[in-house]
Protein backbone atom coordinates (compact mmCIF):
# COMPACT_ATOMS: atom_id res chain seq x y z
CA UNK A 1 0.00 0.00 0.00
CA UNK A 2 0.89 3.49 -0.63
CA UNK A 3 0.32 6.33 1.36
CA UNK A 4 0.80 10.05 0.80
CA UNK A 5 0.13 13.28 2.23
CA UNK A 6 0.40 15.83 0.48
CA UNK A 7 3.39 18.03 -1.37
CA UNK A 8 6.84 16.49 0.34
CA UNK A 9 9.75 19.00 1.00
CA UNK A 10 12.27 16.89 -0.38
CA UNK A 11 15.96 17.81 0.56
CA UNK A 12 17.40 15.92 -2.36
CA UNK A 13 16.42 14.92 -5.74
CA UNK A 14 15.30 11.20 -4.75
CA UNK A 15 12.19 10.60 -4.08
CA UNK A 16 10.88 7.86 -1.68
CA UNK A 17 8.36 4.88 -1.88
CA UNK A 18 7.00 2.81 1.42
CA UNK A 19 5.48 -0.33 0.42
CA UNK A 20 3.62 -2.44 3.27
CA UNK A 21 0.51 -4.40 3.01
CA UNK A 22 -0.53 -3.00 6.55
CA UNK A 23 0.00 0.72 5.06
CA UNK A 24 2.22 1.24 8.45
CA UNK A 25 5.40 3.30 7.50
CA UNK A 26 8.79 1.42 8.30
CA UNK A 27 11.98 3.46 7.47
CA UNK A 28 13.81 0.81 6.73
CA UNK A 29 11.94 -0.23 4.13
CA UNK A 30 12.00 2.89 2.52
CA UNK A 31 13.38 2.45 -1.20
CA UNK A 32 14.41 5.69 -3.82
CA UNK A 33 12.18 6.36 -6.53
CA UNK A 34 13.15 8.27 -9.81
CA UNK A 35 12.40 11.79 -10.35
CA UNK A 36 10.18 12.48 -12.94
CA UNK A 37 10.25 15.21 -14.65
CA UNK A 38 7.64 18.16 -15.52
CA UNK A 39 5.07 16.62 -17.54
CA UNK A 40 2.67 18.72 -20.16
CA UNK A 41 -0.87 17.40 -19.90
CA UNK A 42 -2.89 17.02 -22.97
CA UNK A 43 -6.09 17.67 -22.62
CA UNK A 44 -9.27 18.73 -24.18
CA UNK A 45 -9.06 22.58 -24.50
CA UNK A 46 -13.45 22.18 -24.00
CA UNK A 47 -15.78 19.59 -23.02
CA UNK A 48 -18.81 18.27 -26.26
CA UNK A 49 -20.63 21.33 -27.08
CA UNK A 50 -24.44 20.72 -27.59
CA UNK A 51 -24.17 24.33 -29.39
CA UNK A 52 -21.41 26.72 -30.72
CA UNK A 53 -22.15 30.44 -29.42
CA UNK A 54 -21.71 32.71 -32.37
CA UNK A 55 -22.25 36.33 -32.52
CA UNK A 56 -23.90 37.20 -35.83
CA UNK A 57 -23.39 40.34 -37.74
CA UNK A 58 -27.23 40.92 -39.07
CA UNK A 59 -26.93 44.58 -40.04
CA UNK A 60 -27.98 45.20 -43.64
CA UNK A 61 -28.71 41.56 -44.36
CA UNK A 62 -32.04 40.27 -44.52
CA UNK A 63 -34.51 38.27 -42.30
CA UNK A 64 -37.92 36.69 -42.73
CA UNK A 65 -40.13 35.88 -39.98
CA UNK A 66 -42.80 33.25 -41.05
CA UNK A 67 -46.00 33.96 -38.59
CA UNK A 68 -47.29 36.74 -36.53
CA UNK A 69 -48.37 36.31 -33.21
CA UNK A 70 -47.50 37.49 -29.75
CA UNK A 71 -45.13 34.85 -29.57
CA UNK A 72 -42.93 35.97 -33.16
CA UNK A 73 -43.35 39.44 -31.50
CA UNK A 74 -39.78 39.62 -29.39
CA UNK A 75 -38.01 38.05 -32.31
CA UNK A 76 -39.23 41.41 -34.52
CA UNK A 77 -37.58 43.67 -31.93
CA UNK A 78 -34.65 41.97 -31.43
CA UNK A 79 -33.59 41.25 -34.87
CA UNK A 80 -34.52 44.95 -35.81
CA UNK A 81 -32.18 46.15 -33.28
CA UNK A 82 -29.41 44.49 -34.82
CA UNK A 83 -29.92 46.44 -37.98
CA UNK A 84 -31.17 43.69 -40.11
CA UNK A 85 -34.00 43.73 -42.51
CA UNK A 86 -36.59 42.40 -41.43
CA UNK A 87 -39.37 41.05 -43.41
CA UNK A 88 -42.94 40.00 -41.54
CA UNK A 89 -45.13 37.38 -43.14
CA UNK A 90 -48.16 36.89 -41.32
CA UNK A 91 -52.20 37.08 -42.06
CA UNK A 92 -53.09 38.81 -38.81
CA UNK A 93 -50.00 40.63 -37.30
CA UNK A 94 -50.00 41.27 -33.56
CA UNK A 95 -50.11 44.74 -32.30
CA UNK A 96 -46.53 44.90 -31.15
CA UNK A 97 -45.31 43.64 -34.09
CA UNK A 98 -47.09 46.39 -35.64
CA UNK A 99 -45.93 49.16 -33.29
CA UNK A 100 -42.40 47.93 -34.02
CA UNK A 101 -42.70 47.86 -37.63
CA UNK A 102 -44.09 52.13 -36.98
CA UNK A 103 -40.83 52.91 -35.00
CA UNK A 104 -38.14 51.43 -37.20
CA UNK A 105 -37.42 51.79 -41.02
CA UNK A 106 -36.30 48.14 -41.34
CA UNK A 107 -39.06 46.18 -40.57
CA UNK A 108 -42.04 45.51 -43.35
CA UNK A 109 -44.87 43.92 -42.36
CA UNK A 110 -47.20 41.65 -45.67
CA UNK A 111 -50.57 40.90 -44.21
CA UNK A 112 -50.56 37.64 -45.80
CA UNK A 113 -49.44 33.32 -45.27
CA UNK A 114 -45.61 32.63 -46.09
CA UNK A 115 -44.51 31.47 -49.67
CA UNK A 116 -41.30 29.79 -50.45
CA UNK A 117 -40.04 32.50 -52.75
CA UNK A 118 -40.36 34.73 -49.14
CA UNK A 119 -36.69 33.28 -48.06
CA UNK A 120 -34.92 34.51 -51.42
CA UNK A 121 -31.58 35.86 -50.31
CA UNK A 122 -32.50 35.65 -46.13
CA UNK A 123 -29.39 34.73 -43.70
CA UNK A 124 -31.77 33.79 -41.48
CA UNK A 125 -35.57 32.52 -41.29
CA UNK A 126 -37.80 32.71 -38.23
CA UNK A 127 -40.91 30.63 -38.23
CA UNK A 128 -44.04 29.39 -36.38
CA UNK A 129 -45.35 26.38 -36.66
CA UNK A 130 -47.62 23.99 -34.81
CA UNK A 131 -47.75 20.74 -37.15
CA UNK A 132 -45.19 18.50 -38.47
CA UNK A 133 -46.32 18.81 -42.15
CA UNK A 134 -45.49 22.74 -41.92
CA UNK A 135 -42.42 22.17 -40.04
CA UNK A 136 -41.02 20.12 -42.93
CA UNK A 137 -42.11 22.10 -45.58
CA UNK A 138 -40.44 25.31 -43.85
CA UNK A 139 -37.20 23.15 -43.58
CA UNK A 140 -37.40 22.47 -47.11
CA UNK A 141 -37.74 25.69 -48.24
CA UNK A 142 -35.17 27.77 -45.84
CA UNK A 143 -33.02 25.27 -47.19
CA UNK A 144 -33.73 26.16 -50.92
CA UNK A 145 -33.01 29.26 -49.97
CA UNK A 146 -29.84 28.66 -48.17
CA UNK A 147 -30.87 29.99 -44.88
CA UNK A 148 -30.89 28.98 -41.53
CA UNK A 149 -33.91 28.25 -39.52
CA UNK A 150 -35.80 28.56 -36.37
CA UNK A 151 -38.68 27.51 -35.32
CA UNK A 152 -40.23 29.28 -32.30
CA UNK A 153 -39.77 26.65 -29.05
CA UNK A 154 -39.21 23.37 -31.62
CA UNK A 155 -35.91 23.34 -30.94
CA UNK A 156 -35.91 19.66 -32.32
CA UNK A 157 -37.05 21.05 -36.11
CA UNK A 158 -34.31 24.44 -35.34
CA UNK A 159 -30.98 24.55 -37.07
CA UNK A 160 -29.91 27.32 -34.34
CA UNK A 161 -31.98 28.62 -31.38
CA UNK A 162 -32.38 32.28 -29.71
CA UNK A 163 -30.49 32.42 -26.25
CA UNK A 164 -31.43 34.44 -23.54
CA UNK A 165 -29.31 38.21 -23.94
CA UNK A 166 -27.69 40.14 -21.10
CA UNK A 167 -27.52 42.85 -23.18
CA UNK A 168 -25.00 45.92 -22.48
CA UNK A 169 -23.95 46.30 -25.94
CA UNK A 170 -21.90 46.31 -27.29
CA UNK A 171 -21.03 43.79 -24.37
CA UNK A 172 -23.79 41.14 -25.14
CA UNK A 173 -23.98 37.89 -23.01
CA UNK A 174 -25.75 34.87 -24.92
CA UNK A 175 -27.23 32.04 -22.19
CA UNK A 176 -28.33 28.92 -24.14
CA UNK A 177 -29.31 25.55 -22.40
CA UNK A 178 -29.79 24.12 -26.19
CA UNK A 179 -33.54 24.25 -26.11
CA UNK A 180 -33.54 22.04 -22.63
CA UNK A 181 -34.78 24.59 -19.71
CA UNK A 182 -35.61 28.16 -21.51
CA UNK A 183 -36.82 29.32 -18.09
CA UNK A 184 -33.50 27.75 -16.46
CA UNK A 185 -31.85 30.19 -18.80
CA UNK A 186 -33.83 33.19 -18.19
CA UNK A 187 -33.04 32.82 -14.40
CA UNK A 188 -28.99 32.82 -14.97
CA UNK A 189 -29.83 35.80 -17.27
CA UNK A 190 -31.56 37.66 -14.71
CA UNK A 191 -28.94 36.42 -11.93
CA UNK A 192 -26.07 38.35 -14.36
CA UNK A 193 -28.39 41.40 -15.17
CA UNK A 194 -28.06 42.19 -11.21
CA UNK A 195 -24.33 41.45 -11.08
CA UNK A 196 -23.46 43.59 -14.34
CA UNK A 197 -24.30 47.32 -13.80
CA UNK A 198 -25.94 49.22 -16.58
CA UNK A 199 -23.22 51.31 -17.30
CA UNK A 200 -20.54 48.76 -18.44
CA UNK A 201 -22.29 49.61 -21.81
CA UNK A 202 -20.41 52.94 -21.40
CA UNK A 203 -16.49 51.15 -21.01
CA UNK A 204 -17.47 48.35 -23.29
CA UNK A 205 -17.68 51.22 -25.92
CA UNK A 206 -14.88 52.59 -24.85
CA UNK A 207 -12.93 49.37 -24.82
CA UNK A 208 -13.53 48.91 -29.04
CA UNK A 209 -13.01 52.84 -29.42
CA UNK A 210 -9.78 52.11 -27.68
CA UNK A 211 -8.41 49.07 -29.02
CA UNK A 212 -6.69 50.71 -32.73
CA UNK A 213 -5.05 53.31 -30.23
CA UNK A 214 -3.74 50.42 -27.72
CA UNK A 215 -2.94 48.86 -31.25
CA UNK A 216 -1.02 51.57 -33.00
CA UNK A 217 1.61 51.95 -29.57
CA UNK A 218 3.34 48.67 -30.68
CA UNK A 219 3.50 46.99 -27.80
CA UNK A 220 3.91 43.47 -27.15
CA UNK A 221 1.49 41.18 -26.05
CA UNK A 222 1.85 40.75 -22.54
CA UNK A 223 1.96 45.09 -22.28
CA UNK A 224 -1.16 45.27 -24.25
CA UNK A 225 -2.56 42.46 -21.98
CA UNK A 226 -1.59 44.28 -18.81
CA UNK A 227 -3.27 47.37 -20.49
CA UNK A 228 -6.45 45.49 -20.61
CA UNK A 229 -6.15 44.08 -17.17
CA UNK A 230 -5.74 47.62 -15.75
CA UNK A 231 -8.80 48.63 -18.01
CA UNK A 232 -11.26 46.09 -16.26
CA UNK A 233 -10.12 46.78 -12.98
CA UNK A 234 -11.14 50.16 -13.76
CA UNK A 235 -14.07 49.61 -15.13
CA UNK A 236 -15.55 47.14 -12.68
CA UNK A 237 -14.29 49.20 -9.69
CA UNK A 238 -16.86 52.02 -11.56
CA UNK A 239 -19.31 50.59 -13.83
CA UNK A 240 -21.58 53.86 -13.67
CA UNK A 241 -18.82 56.35 -15.02
CA UNK A 242 -18.64 57.56 -18.21
CA UNK A 243 -15.00 56.88 -18.95
CA UNK A 244 -12.98 59.75 -20.36
CA UNK A 245 -9.80 60.40 -22.42
CA UNK A 246 -7.94 61.00 -19.09
CA UNK A 247 -8.40 57.22 -18.49
CA UNK A 248 -6.69 56.20 -21.82
CA UNK A 249 -4.01 58.43 -20.70
CA UNK A 250 -3.41 56.80 -17.24
CA UNK A 251 -3.97 52.82 -18.46
CA UNK A 252 -0.58 53.62 -20.96
CA UNK A 253 1.28 55.32 -18.30
CA UNK A 254 4.30 53.43 -17.87
CA UNK A 255 3.68 50.62 -20.13
CA UNK A 256 6.71 49.93 -21.91
CA UNK A 257 6.77 50.67 -25.41
CA UNK A 258 9.45 48.47 -27.25
CA UNK A 259 9.07 47.29 -30.52
CA UNK A 260 6.68 43.87 -29.96
CA UNK A 261 9.45 42.20 -32.15
CA UNK A 262 12.09 42.91 -29.16
CA UNK A 263 12.77 40.72 -26.46
CA UNK A 264 11.35 40.40 -23.10
CA UNK A 265 12.09 38.88 -19.81
CA UNK A 266 8.68 37.40 -19.00
CA UNK A 267 7.77 37.56 -15.19
CA UNK A 268 6.78 34.28 -12.42
CA UNK A 269 3.97 34.89 -10.29
CA UNK A 270 3.63 32.30 -7.09
CA UNK A 271 0.02 31.78 -7.20
CA UNK A 272 -1.86 30.45 -4.15
CA UNK A 273 -4.85 27.55 -5.72
CA UNK A 274 -6.25 27.27 -2.00
CA UNK A 275 -7.44 23.63 -0.63
CA UNK A 276 -9.39 22.45 -3.72
CA UNK A 277 -12.54 24.58 -3.55
CA UNK A 278 -12.31 27.23 -6.92
CA UNK A 279 -14.86 29.44 -5.04
CA UNK A 280 -12.04 29.97 -2.76
CA UNK A 281 -9.60 31.59 -4.88
CA UNK A 282 -8.67 34.94 -4.59
CA UNK A 283 -9.51 37.49 -7.47
CA UNK A 284 -5.97 38.30 -8.04
CA UNK A 285 -5.49 34.19 -8.60
CA UNK A 286 -8.34 34.42 -10.86
CA UNK A 287 -6.59 37.34 -13.13
CA UNK A 288 -3.25 35.85 -12.99
CA UNK A 289 -4.83 32.05 -14.19
CA UNK A 290 -6.61 34.31 -16.60
CA UNK A 291 -3.33 35.63 -18.18
CA UNK A 292 -0.93 33.45 -17.76
CA UNK A 293 0.98 31.96 -20.86
CA UNK A 294 2.05 28.77 -19.38
CA UNK A 295 0.70 27.25 -15.38
CA UNK A 296 3.12 24.99 -13.94
CA UNK A 297 1.00 23.24 -11.02
CA UNK A 298 1.52 20.91 -8.28
CA UNK A 299 -0.68 17.27 -8.15
CA UNK A 300 -2.60 18.50 -5.10
CA UNK A 301 -4.20 21.22 -7.28
CA UNK A 302 -7.70 20.20 -8.32
CA UNK A 303 -8.74 20.13 -11.96
CA UNK A 304 -11.72 22.85 -11.30
CA UNK A 305 -9.10 25.67 -10.03
CA UNK A 306 -6.81 24.67 -13.29
CA UNK A 307 -10.22 25.03 -15.68
CA UNK A 308 -10.16 28.56 -14.70
CA UNK A 309 -6.75 29.76 -16.80
CA UNK A 310 -6.70 30.70 -19.44
CA UNK A 311 -7.53 27.92 -22.14
CA UNK A 312 -4.95 28.79 -24.96
CA UNK A 313 -2.12 28.48 -21.44
CA UNK A 314 0.21 25.49 -21.60
CA UNK A 315 -0.49 23.61 -18.64
CA UNK A 316 2.69 21.30 -17.15
CA UNK A 317 2.69 18.86 -14.37
CA UNK A 318 5.34 19.42 -11.99
CA UNK A 319 3.80 18.08 -8.94
CA UNK A 320 5.93 16.68 -5.95
CA UNK A 321 4.02 13.63 -3.94
CA UNK A 322 5.77 11.78 -0.92
CA UNK A 323 6.42 8.39 -1.79
CA UNK A 324 5.89 8.53 -5.25
CA UNK A 325 7.64 9.86 -8.32
CA UNK A 326 8.28 13.47 -8.04
CA UNK A 327 9.68 16.45 -9.75
CA UNK A 328 12.68 17.71 -8.42
CA UNK A 329 12.68 21.40 -6.74
CA UNK A 330 15.50 21.66 -9.29
CA UNK A 331 13.71 20.40 -12.55
CA UNK A 332 11.09 23.21 -11.57
CA UNK A 333 13.14 26.34 -10.90
CA UNK A 334 15.08 25.56 -14.15
CA UNK A 335 11.92 24.96 -16.25
CA UNK A 336 10.17 28.70 -14.57
CA UNK A 337 13.30 30.48 -15.46
CA UNK A 338 14.05 28.71 -18.86
CA UNK A 339 10.07 29.95 -19.83
CA UNK A 340 10.77 33.21 -18.31
CA UNK A 341 13.46 33.77 -20.18
CA UNK A 342 11.25 33.11 -23.73
CA UNK A 343 9.52 36.24 -22.81
CA UNK A 344 6.54 34.22 -21.18
CA UNK A 345 4.07 34.93 -18.16
CA UNK A 346 4.22 31.65 -15.47
CA UNK A 347 2.28 30.62 -13.21
CA UNK A 348 3.36 28.33 -10.72
CA UNK A 349 0.54 27.07 -9.02
CA UNK A 350 0.60 25.87 -5.58
CA UNK A 351 -1.78 24.35 -3.48
CA UNK A 352 -3.27 25.99 -0.15
CA UNK A 353 -0.82 29.23 0.31
CA UNK A 354 2.18 29.07 -1.10
CA UNK A 355 4.06 30.54 1.66
CA UNK A 356 2.97 27.76 3.83
CA UNK A 357 5.14 24.97 3.71
CA UNK A 358 5.44 25.41 -0.10
CA UNK A 359 9.19 25.78 -0.53
CA UNK A 360 8.68 28.82 -2.07
CA UNK A 361 11.72 30.47 -0.50
CA UNK A 362 13.59 28.36 -2.82
CA UNK A 363 11.65 29.40 -5.98
CA UNK A 364 11.54 32.60 -5.45
CA UNK A 365 15.33 32.65 -4.69
CA UNK A 366 16.39 31.00 -7.82
CA UNK A 367 14.24 33.49 -10.13
CA UNK A 368 16.17 36.79 -8.19
CA UNK A 369 19.75 35.50 -8.18
CA UNK A 370 19.02 35.47 -12.19
CA UNK A 371 16.93 38.91 -12.62
CA UNK A 372 13.24 37.35 -13.44
CA UNK A 373 10.90 39.33 -11.72
CA UNK A 374 8.72 36.95 -9.15
CA UNK A 375 5.70 38.17 -6.71
CA UNK A 376 3.35 35.97 -4.82
CA UNK A 377 -0.49 35.64 -4.40
CA UNK A 378 -1.25 34.37 -1.43
CA UNK A 379 -3.88 31.29 -1.13
CA UNK A 380 -6.34 29.89 1.82
CA UNK A 381 -4.37 27.74 3.22
CA UNK A 382 -5.70 23.99 4.49
CA UNK A 383 -5.89 25.10 8.03
CA UNK A 384 -8.50 27.95 7.41
CA UNK A 385 -10.40 25.79 5.39
CA UNK A 386 -10.88 23.02 7.69
CA UNK A 387 -11.65 25.31 10.49
CA UNK A 388 -14.22 26.62 8.59
CA UNK A 389 -15.93 23.42 7.59
CA UNK A 390 -15.56 22.57 11.03
CA UNK A 391 -17.25 25.43 12.12
CA UNK A 392 -14.46 26.13 14.90
CA UNK A 393 -12.54 29.00 15.74
CA UNK A 394 -8.51 27.98 16.19
CA UNK A 395 -7.85 30.78 18.80
CA UNK A 396 -11.18 30.43 20.38
CA UNK A 397 -10.04 33.24 24.10
CA UNK A 398 -11.18 30.94 26.46
CA UNK A 399 -9.58 27.78 24.91
CA UNK A 400 -6.42 28.73 23.00
CA UNK A 401 -3.87 31.19 23.46
CA UNK A 402 -1.54 30.50 20.54
CA UNK A 403 -1.94 28.82 16.97
CA UNK A 404 0.95 26.97 15.22
CA UNK A 405 1.46 25.19 12.17
CA UNK A 406 3.56 22.22 11.85
CA UNK A 407 4.92 19.43 9.37
CA UNK A 408 5.43 16.14 10.33
CA UNK A 409 6.52 15.10 7.22
CA UNK A 410 10.72 15.65 6.52
CA UNK A 411 13.21 14.29 4.13
CA UNK A 412 12.80 10.23 4.21
CA UNK A 413 9.25 10.53 5.39
CA UNK A 414 9.93 10.56 9.25
CA UNK A 415 8.89 13.06 11.88
CA UNK A 416 11.47 16.16 11.31
CA UNK A 417 14.18 15.66 14.62
CA UNK A 418 14.49 19.65 15.43
CA UNK A 419 10.37 20.10 16.20
CA UNK A 420 10.20 21.96 19.87
CA UNK A 421 8.16 19.51 21.28
CA UNK A 422 7.87 21.38 24.45
CA UNK A 423 5.94 24.28 22.22
CA UNK A 424 4.16 21.51 20.81
CA UNK A 425 2.81 20.30 24.21
CA UNK A 426 1.70 23.56 25.50
CA UNK A 427 -2.17 22.69 25.93
CA UNK A 428 -3.53 25.98 25.61
CA UNK A 429 -2.28 26.15 22.04
CA UNK A 430 -4.02 25.19 18.94
CA UNK A 431 -1.91 22.82 16.30
CA UNK A 432 -1.84 22.46 13.11
CA UNK A 433 -0.35 19.79 11.54
CA UNK A 434 0.30 19.08 7.64
CA UNK A 435 1.37 15.91 6.30
CA UNK A 436 1.31 14.13 8.93
CA UNK A 437 -1.00 10.70 7.85
CA UNK A 438 1.80 8.52 7.88
CA UNK A 439 3.55 9.61 10.80
CA UNK A 440 0.16 10.31 12.98
CA UNK A 441 0.39 7.54 15.56
CA UNK A 442 4.20 8.55 16.69
CA UNK A 443 3.37 11.78 16.66
CA UNK A 444 0.23 11.65 18.89
CA UNK A 445 2.44 9.29 21.68
CA UNK A 446 5.58 11.85 21.41
CA UNK A 447 2.99 14.56 22.35
CA UNK A 448 1.87 12.51 25.41
CA UNK A 449 5.43 11.83 26.32
CA UNK A 450 5.71 15.10 26.67
CA UNK A 451 2.74 15.94 28.93
CA UNK A 452 0.12 16.51 26.74
CA UNK A 453 -3.21 15.05 28.32
CA UNK A 454 -4.06 11.87 26.21
CA UNK A 455 -7.45 12.89 25.99
CA UNK A 456 -6.71 15.66 24.37
CA UNK A 457 -9.22 16.46 21.42
CA UNK A 458 -7.85 16.00 17.74
CA UNK A 459 -9.78 16.50 14.36
CA UNK A 460 -8.27 14.94 11.32
CA UNK A 461 -9.54 16.56 8.03
CA UNK A 462 -9.27 14.83 4.74
CA UNK A 463 -9.18 16.99 1.49
CA UNK A 464 -10.98 19.84 3.25
CA UNK A 465 -13.23 22.39 0.89
CA UNK A 466 -13.25 19.71 -1.54
CA UNK A 467 -16.64 17.56 -2.28
CA UNK A 468 -15.19 14.44 -1.09
CA UNK A 469 -13.92 15.96 2.26
CA UNK A 470 -14.43 14.02 5.28
CA UNK A 471 -13.85 14.11 9.06
CA UNK A 472 -12.44 11.99 11.95
CA UNK A 473 -12.84 13.38 15.52
CA UNK A 474 -10.89 11.65 18.27
CA UNK A 475 -7.90 11.85 21.05
CA UNK A 476 -4.38 11.50 21.19
CA UNK A 477 -5.24 8.28 22.01
CA UNK A 478 -8.10 7.38 19.76
CA UNK A 479 -7.52 9.16 16.26
CA UNK A 480 -4.61 7.10 15.21
CA UNK A 481 -6.67 4.18 15.06
CA UNK A 482 -9.90 5.50 13.79
CA UNK A 483 -7.77 7.06 10.97
CA UNK A 484 -6.24 4.27 9.81
CA UNK A 485 -9.68 2.13 9.81
CA UNK A 486 -11.05 4.73 8.00
CA UNK A 487 -8.05 4.18 5.27
CA UNK A 488 -6.89 8.19 4.82
CA UNK A 489 -4.91 9.00 1.90
CA UNK A 490 -4.59 12.64 1.97
CA UNK A 491 -4.68 15.04 1.57
CA UNK A 492 -4.89 15.82 5.33
CA UNK A 493 -4.31 18.21 8.45
CA UNK A 494 -4.93 17.04 11.97
CA UNK A 495 -6.01 19.92 14.72
CA UNK A 496 -5.16 19.38 18.49
CA UNK A 497 -6.19 21.52 21.10
CA UNK A 498 -8.82 22.42 23.45
CA UNK A 499 -10.56 24.04 20.29
CA UNK A 500 -11.16 21.39 18.42
CA UNK A 501 -13.18 19.86 21.21
CA UNK A 502 -16.02 22.68 19.91
CA UNK A 503 -19.98 21.06 20.60
CA UNK A 504 -20.83 21.63 16.66
CA UNK A 505 -17.74 18.90 15.93
CA UNK A 506 -18.84 16.19 18.80
CA UNK A 507 -22.57 16.56 17.41
CA UNK A 508 -22.04 16.39 13.75
CA UNK A 509 -19.09 14.25 13.58
CA UNK A 510 -19.42 10.64 13.73
Known amino acids: MQIY ?17 DGVADASR ?34 AIAGSSRAAAWKV ?75 IDKPQWSSFQFG ?9 IGISTDGGAPVFAQSIRARLETLLPDGLRNWASAAKAWRPRVTSLGLDIHARRKIWEKFTRLALAEPGRVPADHDFASLVEGVDREPAASAKTGIVMLVGAGPGDPELLTLRAVRAL ?47 ISLAREGKYVVRLKGGDPMVFGRANEEIAALEAVGIPVSVVPGVTAASAAAASLGISLTERNLARRLQFVTAHARGGLIPDDLNWRALADPLATTI ?78
Not at 301 to 324: M, Y
Open 433 to 510: VYMGVRTLPEFCARLVREGLSADMPAVMVERASQPDERHFAGTLTTLPGIVANAGVKGPALTIIGPAALDRRIVKNIS
Open 164 to 172: SIVERSPLV
Open 290 to 336: QSADVVLFDDLVSQQVLDLARRESDKISVGKRGFKPSCTQEDICDLM
Open 30 to 63: LTPLKSRGPAPISQARLLKLSVLPLFYKLSGQRV
Open 77 to 151: ELLAATGAQVDVYGATPDAQILAVASQASNVCVFERHWSANDFAKAVLVIAEAEEEDEAIALQQAAAVAGAHLNI
Open 5 to 21: DGDMPFGSNESMTVNDE
